[in-house]
């Protein structure tokens, strides 16, 4: 129940495509969705995230899009860069007090120039 | 300037050994955690202390034991390392309160020959 199911492990696109990727989770007390960018060496770092009341949300080049019905979640990278090529992680929060995170499985998105 | 530092960066070390490993966050913040990252990238949440006090202890072997002198510092040390130990190791830190954002150190990669 305490699982974030991520997909792809893994993506490949051109410069100026627009990646996407998807998560899935069970328990329905989770109530915080971000997610991180890791890049090689580095420590993950909060790039955006979303609270189960919001349908999208957006940040620059970034949109999560939120399906609470379907318990689904998903992040979308337009116009994507080079610079963009990392790893991706999509979280859910467990409600309460302690900021517990469960993280997904993670997907290396690679974009080519 | 850096928010959430660790040492070592690297750390190779025969099985059975004992090591530990620092973390100090500049932030503020009033909670720090420490992850587990293994081979496969799956990133997990090992402990989380609120104001010095364990408020999140996952399935961890015993033989791993957090300690916060302080709300700016945690430590974690290992007794009897074993080869399945070998990840990276993430310390983070945020401040308590709905939703708000971990920050991570740059990791700890520990290697158990």
């Known amino acids: 129940q305490q699982q974030v199911k991520q997909s792809p492990q893994s993506l490949i696109v051109q410069k100026g495509g627009i990646p996407i990727i998807n998560c899935a989770y069970e328990?329905?007390?989770?109530?915080?969705f971000p997610w991180y960018q890791q890049f090689p060496g580095k420590g993950p770092a909060l790039l955006i995230a979303i609270r189960p009341d919001v349908s999208e949300k957006k940040e620059g080049r970034f949109t999560i899009s939120f399906n609470k019905s379907a318990k689904q979640f998903s992040l979308h990278i337009m116009d994507s860069q080079p610079g963009d090529s990392a790893t991706y992680f999509c979280a859910a929060k467990v409600g309460g007090a302690t900021n517990k995170l469960i993280f997904g499985t993670g997907t290396l998105l690679a974009v080519q120039p | 300037d850096t928010a959430v530092s660790q040492t070592p960066k690297y750390l190779v070390t025969q099985m059975g050994n004992d090591k530990s490993i620092k973390c100090e966050q500049n932030?503020?913040?009033?909670?720090m955690y420490w992850y587990k990252q293994d081979s496969k990238k799956f990133l997990k949440i090992m402990f989380s202390y609120n104001n010095k006090e364990l408020i999140i202890n996952e399935t961890v072997p015993n033989r791993f034991s957090p300690k916060s002198p302080d709300k700016a510092h945690l430590n974690l040390h290992i007794n009897s390392l074993e080869l399945g130990d070998s990840a990276v190791y993430f310390c983070?830190?945020?401040?308590?309160?709905?939703?708000?954002?971990?920050?991570f150190g740059p990791g700890t990669r520990l290697t158990v020959l």
């Open positions: 983070a830190s945020s401040q308590a309160g709905v939703n708000n954002e971990q920050f």
């Open positions: 328990n329905t007390a989770f109530d915080y």
């Open positions: 932030l503020g913040h009033d909670t």
